[in-house]
C-alpha cells in the first residue's frame, strides 16, 4: 500500500501512467475511488495521481481538529508532489478537493500549470438546511458510527435522495466509502470546511489556464462557479449535461471529453 509520510502524517495515494502529470483531488467523504472512471481513461496519456486526503480512505485521520484546515490539506498536496518529484502539474480538484486545489495554486504557484476546479467555490456555498442536516449528522457519526451516518444522509437529505433517485448505481459505491472514513476525520474535515476562507477576493493572482466544471443540475453551485470564471483571468466555464453534485460519477462520459479536450489544450503532447 503506498503511503507518503509528509506533513507528520501518511497520506494513501496511487499514481497510474506515464507523461505530464494530473493529480486528482477528491470531496468530502470521498477516496482516491472517486476518480475511477477518469483514471484509467487520463492514464493513456498522462501520469495520472490520486490520494485519499487527511482523515480519509486509507491516510491517516490525526484526532485534533487542529490538524485539518484547508491550507493543511494544500499544504498536504504540495509536499505529496515534493515527495513524487512531481515539479508541476495540472491540478483537478472536486468540492472540498477544490477549496484545497484553489488555496494550493494560490500558495504554491510554481507547481501548477493548470487548474481544473469541479462543483467547487472560492466563498460561502448556500445550500438550504444544510447547517442543521451538518449538526445531525455529526451527532451521529459520535454516537452510532459512519454506517449510521450514510443511512440517516441517504434518507433525509433531500440532494443525496435525489442524487441515489437519478443514479441508483452509485448508492453502494458511495456507502462504502462513507463507511470507511474514520469517525474523527468526518468531524474534523467538516469542521475545516464551515470553517474555510474566503478567497474570492484572491482570484485575480491565478494565472493559469483553468477549466470551471459544474453539474448542470447541482443548483448550490451555479453560481459559485461562475464567481470563479469572473474571478480567474484565463478560465472557462464547462457544464455538464444532467449532472449533479458529482459529474466525474454521475456523468463520466461526458465529463471526461471535457477534461481530455482541456487538457489536450493546455498539456499538448
Known sequence: ???????????????????????????????????????????????????????????????????????????????????????????????????????????????????????????????????DMRAKLLEIAQTDGMEAVFEYNARYNPLSLRRFEKYPGLFGICKRRMIEMPVDGYVNAGRALSERQDLTGRLNEISVPTLVMVGEEDSPFQRPSGALVEGIPDARLRVVPQALHCPHEEEAEAFNEMLLEFLARVMPG
Open 1 to 131: 500500500m503506498p503511503r507518503a509520510h509528509v506533513n507528520g502524517i501518511n497520506l494513501y495515494y496511487e499514481v497510474s501512467g506515464l507523461g505530464p502529470s494530473v493529480v486528482l483531488c477528491h470531496g468530502y467523504t470521498g477516496s482516491h475511488q472517486d476518480w475511477m472512471f477518469q483514471v484509467p481513461v487520463l492514464a493513456r496519456n498522462y501520469q495520472v495521481v490520486t490520494m485519499d486526503h487527511r482523515g480519509h480512505g486509507a491516510s491517516d485521520a490525526p484526532s485534533s481538529a487542529d490538524a485539518y484546515s484547508i491550507p493543511i490539506f494544500a499544504n498536504d498536496l504540495y509536499a505529496l508532489l515534493d515527495y513524487l518529484d512531481i515539479a508541476k502539474c495540472c491540478l483537478v480538484g472536486h468540492s472540498m478537493g477544490g477549496f484545497a486545489a484553489l488555496r494550493l495554486a494560490l500558495d504554491q504557484p510554481q507547481v501548477v500549470s493548470s487548474l481544473v476546479l469541479v462543483d467547487t467555490a472560492s466563498g460561502p456555498v448556500n445550500i438550504p438546511g444544510y447547517t
